[in-house]
């Protein structure tokens, strides 16, 4: 049995939606939910500053799977039903827009894939799309499991490591190498440091009023992203001039997403028009680039490091799971002197290895939440969204939703055999997002998870040491707020 460690959820204050009234009519209902704007519960227990989950959790035990609650005069819409999800990410998206928490981001990704909104995204998506083709990222495959060794073949057998410390470090050489065709670098580092500065300014950064407005004054805390900022835009500004010039000099495509995004241009519709208004025939700008850079080097390496963290640590306590693994990695890729690394060709073989890591991130999604402000009224079902609602959904609460996944805690890989997959409506599982706002990524994360466990657990079966509590940390991506220690047990 797993040992799942949740955020505990309070006991309600009324059986039933304080909010709810008799349908006027049997297609229209009135939304349920709190009866008061969000600060009047400030001193209620599922009421923390930079922890929604409680909320969220609280508003599903006591309003079911729609609810809604007022914050400083904005509406909002909490929905856990996979159809309503659809609606939001694809049958009614184009009545939607990115909502504002994730707007407020753009102070540090500007108009990268996540933040931007159509036309811009729609068009940056089509620049970016080539530099992560299918074969493109198929050929980082060998890399990855490189560097995944190199890393194995350092550690001590007996040690005990930091797991998340090592899972970042891991994910970092390997954005470097495929995004910047480097080593960790000085340079490389630096931008891991500044990024985790930032990040842990996310709270202050969102909930400051109108921060775009403030950031020339002397706040210590826009100070201190300020100088963050300046420092993180240097460096990859810096990396952008150094390939350009490489390019310009007619170096041959080194092969790394960032040569991609600046070979990339974009391409021509159906009519035969080339470019969209406000793109050069040349492709991305300068500014772009920068900001797809920051917004893959965060996709790609914090949010893959965090899924890799805790399937070690779900592991660790699930031993009839990693027995299995170990079975799978044995018959695919040898035991004693006849083992070997994994390569592309071992990928589609490696099945319960993948089914693994999709099992942690149904219990510990990464991106573990998203939102959506609605341009228009619209309808959910029999009930009507206001125009101007955030709508927010959680990866994390509808992967522990016993209707969708039964006995939800416990770590079980075969919920993602394909026939159990097909008979899950689509949107209960979306640790990639959905729509037309997919992460462009999601091929080259799955694959890089896939190595990461494989190459590492044919040499160790981390053992979880419990020097620190698991607390979880929901800030841009699903954190750990304390170090993840675990003794590496040879196999």
Known sequence: MSSTPTLESPKPDCPTPCDSVAPSSPERRKLPGLPHSLPYYAFKPWVKLGNPILLFEYLLKTFGNIAHYRFMGTPIVFINDPEYIREVLVTQGSSFVKERTVRRMKVLLGEGLITSDDPIHMRQRKIAAPAFHRQRIAAYGDQIVSIAAGHRDRWQPGATIDIAAESMALSLEIVAR??????????????????NTIMGLYNFIVAFPKIESFLHLPIPGIMKFRRSKARLDAVVNRLITE????????????????????????????????????????????????????????????????????????????????????????????????????TLADYPNLRYTEQVFAESMRLYPPAWAMGRMSTREIQLGPYTVPAGSHVFFSQYILGRTPEYFPDPLRFDPD?????????????????????????????????????????????????FVPTYPIVLQPKITLRHKYPVMMELVPR
């Open 415 to 463: 919920r993602f055999t394909p026939e159990a997959k097909a008979a899950r409506p689509k949107y209960t599982y979306f640790p990639f997002g959905g729509g037309s706002r997919q992460c462009i990524g999601e091929s080259f994360a799955w694959m890089e998870g896939v190595f990461s466990i494989a190459t590492i657990a044919q040499r160790f079966r981390p053992r």
């Open 243 to 342: 390939h350009r010039t490489a390019a310009a000099a007619g170096e041959p495509d080194r092969g790394d997403l960032l040569s991609m995004l600046l070979a990339s241009t974009y391409e021509p519709d159906e009519s035969g028009n080339a470019q969209s208004a406000g793109t050069s025939p040349e492709g991305m700008s300068d500014d772009q680039v920068r900001d797809e850079v920051l917004t893959i080097f965060l996709a790609g390496y914090e949010t893959v490091a965090n899924a890799l963290t805790w399937t070690w640590y779900l592991l660790s306590q699930n031993p009839e799971v990693e027995v299995r693994l170990h079975a799978e990695l044995d018959a695919v890729l040898g035991t004693g002197a006849d083992q070997r690394l994994p």
């Open 178 to 195: 495929t995004l910047f065709n480097t080593d960790v670098t000085p340079d490389i580092l630096a931008i891991n440091d500044e990024v």
